[in-house]
């Protein structure tokens, strides 16, 4: 229990989204330097931070583009008081759509760090969502998709393209929604539904206790795991990242990319499991899964992003079975780290073979 608490308090050693890395050998006037530039870009960014809080106060809720390809959804400014989102029409403030300027896109990051949507309602006419466009949406359950689309679909409010080749966003709180089905509540497919959905979740889990309940803590260790489906082919962009309640993600040997931050701060998985078959693992792929102890990388695997094991100080053992460096494209800093105050690398030992179990 006390190394768990010890590695839920770790600090990030670097920042993948602003790409800021350590650097251990700044010392003496430099250090100071560093510390002063330091202080004074935080008191920038708090300043910048304070001025969108509120200026967001005022902003419009949804603000769209005009594309070539449509209509897009460009940024969404939810309240507290918007535990929805519709991407099918534009709507006004009050949520009302018009039916005759349907939306077709959303753009990247049009509503990441969301703290309030639960669900997100994917239209029949959306065909494009760019990368990281729900990135860090802390509180979304699920994604519900429009079966008339003939470009994305959800199982269990996982996002995936038509085809299910590829899997595009597993929401972080998507357990919750698992724990609420097998508890017997009636998954949503409108606005009134969702509302409904999370005023049953809230009564019967404890809308204060929600993590601490008995009966959640049993429903929800056994939602705790879950298989990737054999028709994925490749794991996109962000798609399980923040996801810290699974201890297991299983990968089918079907899929031949992961994608950056795939994994990112999945701090709840006990191994990690990349299969023979798996080509190239994106920057950040795997970073900061703590309790991960070996980590094998299989021959097949041929390009490895920048930080994509970084922040895993749980682990002891990195296992490649390419038979030497030459044979994999790298970038810098993949490595685990022993631990945050030595930032030594775990070296990788090549030509190895999997490890039994």
């Not at 299969?275 to 795997?286: N, T």
Request: aromatic share 12%; hydrophobic share 35%.
């Amino acid at each position: 229990m006390a190394d768990d608490l010890k590695i839920s308090e770790t600090k990030l050693l670097y920042d993948p989204i602003f790409s800021k890395k350590p650097d251990v050998e700044m010392k003496g006037k430099n250090h100071l330097v560093f510390k002063t530039v330091f202080v004074i870009i935080i008191v920038i960014f708090v300043g910048i931070s304070l001025y969108f809080s509120f200026t967001s106060l005022s902003a419009d809720k949804y603000i769209y583009k005009e594309t070539d390809a449509g209509w897009q959804l460009y940024q969404f400014n939810g309240k507290d008081t918007d535990a929805t989102l519709h991407i099918d029409y534009i709507r006004n403030e009050e949520g009302v759509p018009d039916k005759t300027k349907p939306v077709a896109a959303a753009r990247e990051f049009a509503m990441s760090c969301n703290e309030y949507v639960q669900f997100i309602f994917i239209g029949k006419d959306v065909s494009s969502l760019e990368n990281h466009c729900f990135y860090y949406t802390k509180n979304l359950k699920a994604v519900i998709v429009d079966p008339q689309n003939e470009h994305y679909t959800s199982v269990d409010g996982i996002l995936f393209n038509k085809d299910m080749t590829e899997i595009i966003l597993c929401p972080m709180r998507n357990n919750q929604y698992k724990v609420a089905l097998a508890g017997g509540i009636a998954a949503p497919v409108d606005e009134a539904s969702a509302e409904a959905f999370i005023e049953e979740f809230n009564k019967k889990y404890g809308e204060e206790t929600v993590d601490n309940g008995e009966e959640y803590k049993k429903q929800f260790a056994s939602c705790s795991t879950y298989k990737i489906p054999e028709t994925v082919t490749s794991i996109a962009d962000s798609c399980f990242s923040d996801c810290e309640s699974y201890s297991s993600i299983e990968i089918p040997a079907s899929v031949k990319k992961i994608g950056s931050l795939a994994f990112f701060k999945c701090k709840g998985l006990e191994k990690i499991n990349i299969p023979d078959g798996v080509e190239s693992i994106g920057s950040d792929g795997f970073s900061y899964c703590e309790k991960v102890e070996y980590i094998f990388v299989p021959a097949s695997v041929k390009s490895i992003g920048h930080h994509a094991f970084y922040g895993d100080l749980g682990c002891k053992e990195i296992c490649m079975g390419a038979a030497d460096k030459d044979a994999v494209e790298t970038g810098e800093h993949w490595l685990p780290k022993q631990s945050t105050r030595s930032l030594k690398d775990v070296e990788a030992v090549y030509g190895q073979v999997r490890r039994a179990g």
